[in-house]
């Protein structure tokens, strides 16, 4: 398993921080969500091939790159344009920098009953990915189709070719009480998997060794069944916690990415091969 980080959950505002904090971490891949302010790939070609070239020259390789698609109501008229526009320009982009994965969402959910078309446009999804030369992962989100892995799953059994970012963090957000069962249904259709940690008691994002994550545990299951993706760091708090170390003039979110990356190096030292 190979160890990744989204540059804006080390640094929000500042690219040039980010990837040098990351470099000093010994990490070698970066995931890109955001960079100059905006979701990618919505950026222009001069400041994504901006983005690139500071990759490079720090060193760095792409693991995955996150457009947020579909993260809307299927009858929104950006559907279209994710599929038409967005889809095609991430694909090409994360191709340029040497990536195939690109992640997706499964639509917001807001009627009682799985509308038939959210299967149909994931199958369009997929076949837009893979013309282009990438491979698409569904991620499990809380308030979309798919909120839990085991929705997830269903959904991606039902399209060829599409594949599970398995985010437990996410899963204990919409309600996952059982993220052993959860992995057990899903461990087959696993490509990319997101690490952070959720805390039920107060409703928030919570650092990898507090939360309901045992991420202990998730991570013998994936050793146990040879995953060799990458695990990617998305600490999405920066809220101060007791006992993290802020040292060296890093700011909380820093910190934390920081407490998060060695909390993962320790299980991972730790956890049978």
């Known amino acids: 398993m190979r160890i990744a980080a989204f540059t804006d959950e080390v640094n929000r505002q500042d690219l040039p921080r980010a990837l040098s904090l990351l470099v000093d971490w010994g990490i070698g891949h970066v995931e890109i969500r955001s960079a100059f302010g ?6 222009s070609d001069a400041e ?11 060193g760095l390789e792409v693991s995955g790159v996150s457009p947020g698609l579909f993260k809307c109501d299927i009858r929104a008229s950006e559907v279209d344009e994710a599929l038409s526009e967005l889809l095609p320009r991430s694909c090409e982009w994360a191709l340029k920098w040497g990536c195939d994965l690109v992640s997706c969402f499964a639509f917001l959910r807001n009627t009682t009953e799985l509308p038939a078309r959210v299967v149909d446009c994931l199958g369009d999804m997929t076949r837009v990915a893979f013309a282009a030369g990438c491979r698409l992962v569904l991620e499990n989100e809380a308030g979309c189709w798919g909120n839990t892995g085991t929705e997830a799953t269903r959904l991606v059994r039902q399209v060829e070719g ?10 204990a957000r919409a309600g996952a009480e059982d993220l052993v069962t959860e992995y057990s249904g899903l461990c087959d259709v696993t490509e990319h998997v997101h690490v952070k940690n959720f805390d039920s ?14 991420w202990k545990q998730q ?4 050793a146990a069944d040879s995953y060799s993706g990458f695990l990617v760091i998305e600490t999405h708090t920066n809220a101060p916690f007791p006992n993290v170390d802020a040292g060296d003039g890093l700011s909380t979110l820093e910190a ?12 991972l030292a730790s956890s049978p091969s």
């Open 48 to 58: 994504l091939d901006e983005l690139g070239r500071r990759i490079r020259d720090h």
């Open 201 to 214: 008691a107060s409703n928030s994002w919570s650092l990898i060794d507090r939360g309901v994550v045992s």
């Open 256 to 267: 934390n990415s920081l407490h998060n990356l060695h909390g993962l190096r320790q299980l």
């Open 162 to 171: 599409l594949r599970l970012c398995w985010d437990p963090g996410n899963a």
């Open 38 to 43: 905006t979701r990618f790939p919505r950026q």
């Open 219 to 222: 991570l013998g299951l994936l």
